[in-house]
């Protein structure tokens, strides 16, 4: 019984399917250095023009509960939204909490707060300055201070339930490490291991085919010779019967 032989994939295909899986590895490795370096240096991570955030009080509750996940897209100059097809009432924002922005809880000044507009853009005549106000909605009521434009990073535009424990984890550097450092370094290892393979598979396919073509000459340098020696005891016999 003849086994079946597997078919070989085309070369061109080989080469394409290899070309595409290092891009994506590469495309994933520069991601990942992006986002480590913009921690590193004290920025909030930013991918493609979107940031995530994680909330950590329950001021948005029900619309996002304690854990979720927001994701935010960056505004680069808040203060060009100014006009009405920029920010509007009612539109979920993520900012810098300024000084004074919650007397009941201090420890928010400085850090990323996600609240709803409750007052679209306004010009304040004495400051010069543009504003906006917010407020949760569990409480419905409006922040104590008004947030100014510049302090805006983005507007949400999604969020995802339940998955902020996961996300927390990743945003620690055990996490990074753990989740996404250790599985890319050992993928960059079994790619690795399957090119040298193949470059050794193909070295042995290399010693074959030269070893073949050896074989091929000397079988047919030894039918040369064969035919040679036949060709003169022709001519002896030949020789030897005209002599007779």
Not at 50 to 75: A, F
Not at 213 to 220: D, G, L, N, T
Request: charged share 25%.
């Amino acid at each position: 019984m003849s086994k079946t032989k597997a078919k070989k994939m085309p070369k061109w295909l080989d080469i394409t399917l290899r070309v595409i899986e290092w891009t994506l590895i590469i495309f994933i490795i520069c991601c990942m250095l992006s986002l480590l370096w913009q921690r590193i240096n004290g920025n909030t991570p930013q991918l493609f023009g979107y940031s995530t955030y994680t909330v950590l009080t329950d001021s948005m509750t029900p619309t996002y509960e304690v854990g979720d996940v927001v994701l935010c897209k960056r505004i680069k100059d808040p203060n060009a939204y100014k006009d009405t097809v920029g920010f509007k009432k009612g539109d979920v924002i993520a900012f810098t909490a300024p000084e004074g922005f919650s007397p009941q809880n201090p420890q928010l000044d400085g850090q990323t707060v996600t609240h709803r507009i409750a007052t679209a853009p306004y010009y304040d005549e004495e400051k010069q300055q543009w504003y906006v106000e917010t407020q949760g909605d569990k409480f419905n009521i409006k922040d104590s201070t008004p947030i100014p434009l510049g302090n805006i990073q983005g507007t949400v535009v999604g969020s995802s339930k339940g998955i902020g424990v996961v996300f927390g984890f990743l945003t620690k550097w055990y996490g990074f490490v753990f989740v996404i450092a250790l599985p890319l370094l050992g993928i960059l290892i079994w790619q690795i291991m399957v090119l040298a393979k193949q470059n050794a598979k193909a070295q042995e396919e290399a010693i074959q085919i030269e070893k073949q073509k050896k074989i091929q000459e000397f079988e047919k340098e030894k039918d040369i010779k064969i035919d040679e020696i036949k060709k003169k005891a022709i001519e002896e016999y030949i020789k030897n019967n005209k002599e007779r």
